[in-house]
C-alpha cells in the first residue's frame, strides 16, 4: 500500500499544488484568488512547498510593480500524482472492506 503524503494533507498545500501542476507557472494573485486564501497563507503554503522542492517561486517585475510566480517542479508533479494515488487506494480499500463487512452482517 503506498501511502499519503504528510506535506500535502493541508488542503491549501494540496490545491496550490494541484492548481500549479495544471499549467506551466501562475501569478502569486491568480494562485491566492483560485485557493481562497490570503497572502500570507498562501506564501506560508507555498514556502512549505518550495522547500520540499515541489514548488519554485520566482520573483521579477510588470512595469514598477513587484510579482511573484510559482511553479510545480518534477518532484512536485511526481508527489502530488503518487498522492492521488495513495488516496484512490485508500478509498477503493475502505470501500471494500465496507462491502465485505455489510455483506457479512447479511449473511446467515
Not at 514548488?55 to 517542479?73: E, F, H, I, Q, S
Amino acid at each position: 500500500m503506498t501511502t499519503v503524503d504528510p506535506l500535502l494533507q493541508h488542503p491549501t498545500r494540496l490545491t496550490l499544488l494541484a492548481f500549479l501542476c495544471g499549467c506551466a507557472e501562475a501569478e502569486f494573485g491568480v494562485v491566492r484568488d483560485y485557493c481562497g486564501v490570503s497572502d500570507s497563507v498562501l506564501s506560508k503554503a507555498a514556502g512549505a512547498l518550495e522547500a520540499a522542492d515541489y514548488l519554485t517561486a520566482k520573483k521579477g517585475y510588470v512595469g514598477k510593480r513587484p510579482r511573484t510566480w510559482l511553479a510545480a517542479t518534477r518532484s512536485g508533479r511526481t508527489a502530488l500524482t503518487a498522492h492521488l494515488a495513495a488516496l484512490q487506494e485508500l478509498a477503493a480499500t475502505a470501500t471494500a472492506a465496507g462491502a465485505a463487512s455489510a455483506d457479512a452482517e447479511t449473511s446467515p
